[in-house]
């Protein structure tokens, strides 16, 4: 079965950075379009940001726009989401995916029925 592993999370204080990373061991990503996403305590899922296969183009939600940047290694098969000025609200389980549907990442719109390979995700937690 192909899954998503998400790793990099912890706990951290305000202000603080983290990188996360996700992997598919032993299938190739290249082709696919990789979204972030992440769903905190009691809160829906949100798609927080994507990035294309081919120019690697990419998109973020409002909420972490300027703080977080999502980048991808293709030949390390592996997709990186750098999160700076961590606040208390960033608190959420974080998940990659790859959308199965486009292969451009043209913004961030919670379609997360396009999305497959879903991993268990990675904790982030941002506490003093």
């Known amino acids: 079965q192909v899954q998503f592993v998400e790793s990099g999370g912890g706990l951290v204080q305000p202000g603080g950075s983290l990188r996360l990373s996700c992997v598919v061991p032993?299938?190739?990503?290249?082709?696919?379009?990789i979204g972030w996403f992440r769903q905190a305590p009691g809160k829906e899922r949100e798609e927080i940001s994507c990035?294309?296969?081919?120019?690697?183009?990419?998109s973020y939600a409002d909420s972490v726009k300027g703080r977080f940047t999502i980048s991808r290694d293709n030949a390390r098969n592996t997709v990186y989401l750098q999160m700076n000025s961590l606040k208390p609200e960033d608190t959420a389980i974080y998940y990659c995916?790859?959308?199965?549907?486009?292969?451009?990442?043209?913004?961030?719109?919670?379609?997360?029925?396009?999305?497959?390979?879903w991993g268990q995700g990675t904790q982030v937690t941002v506490s003093s």
């Open positions: 995916a790859a959308n199965l549907k486009r292969t451009r990442c043209t913004g961030v719109f919670n379609l997360f029925h396009e999305y497959g390979y």
């Open positions: 990035v294309s296969s081919s120019d690697s183009s990419t």
């Open positions: 032993g299938f190739a990503l290249d082709y696919y379009s």
